[in-house]
């Protein structure tokens, strides 16, 4: 298996072009689940788990896998599904992936194949699935529902990030100043966790923050600001953008203000958890203005209080 996936370097290529591949895999049953390739580093069967003390009920153990002590996560167990039994283990596979600057494994029963997608054929999760779903969006392949997991929810549920950005990290007279103008931010994600993450940043900068869930809807909003004939520096400040969104990705969305005459001074900063495989040349290429790596709250608030003291009026 870790054949299928020892290209992703040369998958740069659908940058910009709304494109996706997913690994599918499978926990309990026939459903299929689906993780972006770009976060995945291995497939490999189960490894050898050696239990942690006091360790979250999710966290199976831990590996020795290349020199390096990964932590093992069931996946199943993660989203509300049963646990995978110790002597099913063996059958088991392990997903190795990198989120927030940190890889870990996750315990799945099966992995079935990569499909080729595009973002437009990736969905927001039924209304019903409710605020307290680990679902991130959907697909259908062969005709079969694919529910791509909110990995940034569960990790934040197992090891919550600090969110608190520290006393001196943000000058409090800039930040009496941009109260002051009236700056405004725009924040894309589709994950709630990393929305919230990002906005007590923002609070803490003193800055108002406007969300949208994915890149169309934040495309829609940006061209009906200056429907009107204005500019975007009238409206906004920066935009900070996920990647990984249903609909429409970061890249594109990216792409598209840059190539918009009302859009294209628009300030944008990518902020993924593609930090292990990413790659600048991508941000070069859709004329991003800026790329950081999730989530460092003192590292995101100095970079936006950076930009607001360059971009303020005066």
Not at 4 to 13: A, G
Not at 43 to 63: D, Y
Not at 265 to 278: A, D, K, P, Q, R
Request: charged letters at 25%.
């Amino acid at each position: 298996m870790s054949d299928l996936i020892n290209t992703v370097n040369q998958r740069t290529r659908m940058v910009g072009q709304n494109r996706l591949e997913l690994l599918l895999f499978r926990l309990q049953g026939k459903q299929l689940y689906g993780i972006n390739v770009f976060k995945v580093k291995e497939v490999l069967p189960c490894p050898k788990l050696t239990a942690m003390p006091k360790s979250n009920r999710i966290v199976r153990g831990v590996a020795h896998i290349r020199g390096v002590t990964v932590p093992i996560l069931d996946m199943g167990l993660a989203i509300g599904q049963r646990a995978i039994a110790d002597a099913d283990l063996a059958s088991c596979f392990v997903i190795m992936a990198e989120y927030n600057k940190k890889t870990q494994g996750f315990l799945v029963r099966g992995v079935d194949r990569i499909v080729n997608k595009n973002w437009d054929e990736i969905l927001p999760p039924p209304k019903g699935a409710g605020k307290d779903s680990y679902l991130t969006a959907v697909t259908r392949q062969d005709d079969q529902l694919v529910e791509i997991v909110d990995v940034e929810k569960i990790l934040a549920e197992i090891t919550p990030l600090n969110t608190k950005v520290r006393d001196g990290v943000v000058d409090q007279s800039l930040s009496n100043k941009v109260r002051e103008s009236a700056l405004k931010v725009l924040v894309v994600d589709d994950s709630s966790v990393a929305r919230r993450q990002i906005l007590n940043c923002m609070e803490a900068i003193g800055v108002e923050a406007i969300t949208k869930n994915d890149g169309k809807q934040a495309l829609e909003y940006l061209q009906s600001l200056v429907q009107d004939g204005s500019k975007i520096s009238d409206h906004l400040a920066l935009m900070i953008s996920d990647v990984e969104m249903p609909e429409m990705d970061g890249y594109t969305l990216t792409a598209n203000c840059k190539s918009d005459p009302q859009l294209r001074e628009l300030f944008i900063m990518l902020h993924t958890s593609l930090s292990g495989v990413f790659n600048r040349a991508m941000v070069e290429k859709v004329g991003a203005d800026d790329f950081l790596a999730k989530f460092s709250p003192d590292e995101l608030a100095g970079r936006v209080s950076a930009i607001l003291k360059e971009r303020m009026p005066g």
